[in-house]
């Protein structure tokens, strides 16, 4: 007796406190509809703790135990709802102490007004809110821009998110903190399509070269301290040939990729002054706009993958078009070698037929594997759609098949990134249905990401590979991956 006395006790003094604490946490928290819901939540474990109390009548019983039914569901559907609040991390934890408070004040009142043979939900109720706990996920954390639209996302070297907005300005974020600290390029609206923006580190200086309309280029530069916006300068370049993609380049350069009205496209490595480093090397199999029919979505990820490997030489993919379709090409900025990299026989074998195709390509940091997210038509079930490939065209390895549900909408791989390690590769699976993945490298093993089935834009990992994040119409979105 005296046992089961004390369970009630610790009950109530958990309960107690874990609402008290949780009471704090979302007071500091600017969200309105989870203060309401957090506080008439807490109210009500407050309230049937004041009543079990002072349930010392028998016509009190029925009350409380109707109570503590009514706050068993309340506890059970606050810890589900939790991952869809979009709160810091933080927060997420606080959020579901209420859940498991509010079950232990429950568990309180049902343990001595439920008859004898259901007691033992008095014992297994809290264990059933906790193994919720830490079954459920957290959910991500979500960004608000204001007036702005997020549309491409990229870390800094040292560690700082750079969000590029359909409305032209650029946006720094402290991270993982999310403290805006400058507005960097307030330009005209962006061109869309293939990556408009790039960024560099020469020495102690920050540049941003951001492209807009009409075929001119926004260049920033500034010093890495408090103040650094004012400091720095300026200017926009008006360029002879049209400019339809900027990035990130070696050794403090941007790649800057020109077409002309023919259809052709050339390469060049650009400095913070825009002068050329090197170049210009000719893409070949590259018609750009000139595309239509179902090629035309795939040239949103016509330069989705660049990367510059320890030995410091750039290679460049993209996909480019052929008397066969897309493919998928590599060129090496250094010598101006290209080549061709074929998986139409594979794809062919595993039962793809002639509709499947690369709609999307990553290279890994090294610059040695090519990851290709494809777009699937085939009738049989695919081994992946993400496919590792190395610079022979030899397949490594096939990862993530698709569903059922999704394998009848025609899947294919909107989005595509590799972690700064290597390590990890996050796939957004598009069409009918959605949902954003992170895949181990080693193992194979996918994890698919809470509420990752809202049709997400650019994706990236930050610096360290902790946190994934991701554009969309309302925000950025963070999920925290670990390591």
């Known amino acids: ?34 203060q309401l ?9 407050l309230a049937l703790l004041a009543a079990r109390l002072a349930a010392k009548r028998q016509r009190m019983s029925r009350w409380v135990g109707g109570f503590s039914l009514l706050l068993v569901g309340a506890s059970i559907w606050w810890i589900i709802w939790v991952p869809h609040l979009f709160l810091p991390v933080p927060l997420q934890v606080a959020s579901r102490t209420l859940g498991v408070g509010g079950g232990l004040i429950a568990a309180a009142g049902l343990y001595r007004f439920l008859p004898k043979r259901l007691k033992v939900l008095g014992w297994l109720f809290p264990a059933l809110l906790l193994a919720l706990t830490f079954v459920l996920p957290c959910g991500p954390e979500r960004w608000d821009l204001g007036p702005w ?34 507005v960097l390029a307030s330009s005209a609206p962006s061109v869309g ?3 408009t923006f790039g960024t560099t580190l020469p020495g102690w200086t920050f540049g941003l070269a951001a492209l807009e309309s009409e075929g ?15 400091s720095g300068h300026e200017y926009a370049i008006q360029t002879g040939p049209t400019p339809i993609a900027i990035t990130s380049g070696p050794k403090s350069t941007f790649l800057a990729v020109y077409q002309t009205l023919e259809g052709k496209a050339w390469v060049e490595l650009k400095d913070l002054y ?22 035309k979505r795939a040239l949103s990820d016509l330069l989705g993958a660049i990367a510059i490997p320890a030995d410091a030489r750039t290679k460049l993919a993209y ?3 052929s008397t066969k379709g897309l493919d998928v090409r590599v060129v090496d900025l250094a010598t101006g070698e290209s080549r061709i990299i074929d998986i139409s026989q594979e794809l062919v074998e595993a039962g793809g037929g002639e509709k499947s195709y690369v709609g999307t390509i990553a290279f890994s940091p090294d610059g040695e594997v090519l990851a290709l997210g494809l777009s699937w038509k085939g009738e049989a079930m695919p081994p992946g759609l993400v496919w590792l490939v190395d610079l022979e065209g030899r397949v490594l390895a096939r990862f993530l098949a698709p569903t059922q549900e999704e394998l009848e909408g025609d899947p294919y791989i909107s989005e595509l990134a590799f972690s700064p390690d290597g390590k990890m590769i996050a796939a957004q699976i598009g069409y009918i249905v959605s949902r954003l993945s992170v895949i181990q490298v080693d193992s194979g093993a996918v994890q698919d990401l809470p509420l990752g089935d809202r049709g997400f834009g650019e994706i990236a990992f930050s610096q360290d ?13 963070r999920w925290r991956i670990g390591r």
Request: aromatic letters at 10%; one cysteine or more.
């Open 216 to 230: 001119r280029v926004r260049v920033q530069t500034f010093p890495p301290a408090a103040g650094w916006p004012e």
């Open 274 to 295: 825009w002068n050329t480093v090197s170049g210009p090397i000719e893409l070949p199999g590259f018609l750009g706009a000139v595309l239509e029919g179902p090629w």
């Open 193 to 195: 399509g293939p990556p």
């Open 149 to 182: 639209t997020p549309d491409e996302v990229q870390f800094t070297p040292h560690g700082k998110l750079l969000v590029r907005t359909e409305e032209g300005p650029v946006l720094l974020y402290d991270f993982p903190s999310g403290t805006v600290e400058a």
């Open 465 to 477: 590979g902790e946190y994934l994040v991701a554009a969309a119409y309302d925000g950025i979105y």
């Open 319 to 321: 996909l480019g078009i």
């Open 37 to 45: 819901a957090s506080l008439g939540t807490a109210t009500g474990c």
């Open 1 to 34: 007796m005296n046992s089961r006395k004390a369970f009630v006790s610790v009950a109530k003094g958990l309960g107690l406190v874990s609402v008290l604490f949780l009471l704090v946490a979302t007071a500091l928290h600017p969200s309105r509809p989870l």
